[in-house]
């Protein structure tokens, strides 16, 4: 019967990373307690001989979405409402899943023998939906791809159980406006966020964001459409070649249709159809039009000489290079030749542009 229940636990626990699929990536699958309860022979009705036993039959009731269940008590507490009052307050404050989605617990205690029975009633404030769409993550680049991946869709919010997550609300709002640029022909409107994160502290967290779109979800997929067919048709016009060539020619390719100006528009969507855009949607059309070819390169975000600007960053045949476009001529450069032209960024986000020995 243990089996069963050790089986129960682990099928619940694999709901918790239902949103993100089948993905290659740095995916791990979190329970906050390591001891799966003992059921008395019905999945409702656990058993629990001491309080960590307790708390770990209330996340097995939350983690499976359950409104009321039974715990057995063979203890000898005198205070055996004092601990269960302790275990609920533990639950819903520390446990991630309890405080992102359990708004209170009630329980009721009948004195039998030779245990005591506690009947509890979980009150949710979130929906068994967005409890299985939580996605579980470890690591930057696997919050950073869920984030691109929602973003990318316009959804209104992606919810993150992240392990081993000692950073804040302004990590996550750093790496969603990295994840919005990864995805250059779904970055048509920086949405407003709301970063909630659960609990307070701890190791193991949920982080929930909110984002609210300021055009028309239904207007921002006509126009990622629209736009991927006319980025798709111009790098059909460019000749194929060797990466450094290729490179360049969708540069010269670019710029003989789209000029830059100050006043432009900050999205690819812009730069396409009114042929002009500021360093913002210069950086996004380019990025763009590399994905098309299969080029690698990303937008930057970053300031020069102290002023906020954008630019890429593209893979050559030498590693990779700084490249902007707002500027008169061809150059790519190096980190010191970026940094002495003024230009400052954020390192730890950007791959590194360096000599070839150099290079790690």
């Known amino acids: 019967m243990k089996k069963s229940i050790v089986a129960l636990l682990l099928a619940g626990t694999m709901l918790l990373s239902g949103c993100a699929g089948l993905l290659d990536r740095e995916f791990s699958s979190v329970t906050p307690h390591n001891s799966a309860p003992v ?26 979405g359950m409104e009321q269940g039974t715990v057995r008590l063979y203890t000898d507490w005198d205070n055996v409402e004092q601990q269960l009052e302790k275990a609920c307050l533990e639950v819903v404050k520390e446990d991630p899943l309890g405080a992102y989605s359990v708004e209170f617990i009630k329980y009721a205690v009948s004195p039998l023998v030779p245990y005591t029975e506690a009947r509890v009633n979980i009150n949710y404030r979130r929906t068994r939906e967005q409890v299985a769409s939580i996605a579980s993550v470890t690591g930057t680049t696997a919050i950073r791809s869920e984030l691109k991946e929602a973003l990318a869709a316009f959804a209104p919010e992606c919810v993150l159980r992240i392990s081993s997550f000692d950073q804040d609300e302004t990590f996550i709002r750093s790496l969603a406006r990295q994840a919005f640029y990864d995805s250059p022909i779904s970055a048509l409107d920086v949405p407003d966020l709301e970063v909630n994160i659960y609990p307070a502290t701890g190791r193991q967290r949920i982080v929930e964001l909110s984002m609210t779109y300021h055009l028309d979800v239904n207007t921002l997929r006509e126009r990622r459409e629209r736009l991927a067919h006319a980025i798709s048709a111009m790098g059909r016009t460019i000749p194929l070649a060797k990466m450094d060539a290729y490179l360049r020619s969708a540069a010269q390719t670019l710029l003989g249709s789209v000029h830059y100006s100050s006043d432009g528009g900050t999205t690819a969507w812009d730069a396409i159809t009114t042929k002009k855009a500021n360093s913002e949607g210069m950086a996004l059309v380019f990025s763009a039009l590399c994905q098309q070819l299969q080029l690698p390169c990303q937008v930057v975000q970053g300031t020069r000489n102290d002023a906020p600007h954008f630019w890429n960053v593209v893979s050559t045949s030498h590693g990779w290079r700084h490249l902007d476009l707002t500027q008169t001529d061809y150059t790519l450069m190096l980190d010191t030749q970026a ?11 950007t791959p590194k542009c360096v000599p070839p020995a150099a290079a790690p």
Not at 339 to 349: C, H, I, L, V
């Open 39 to 64: 059921t008395e022979g019905d999945p409702s009705i656990l058993r629990a001989d001491n309080y960590q036993e307790l708390v770990n039959a209330l996340v097995y009731f939350i983690t499976l």
């Open 339 to 349: 940094a002495d032209s003024g230009y400052d960024w954020n390192r730890y986000s």
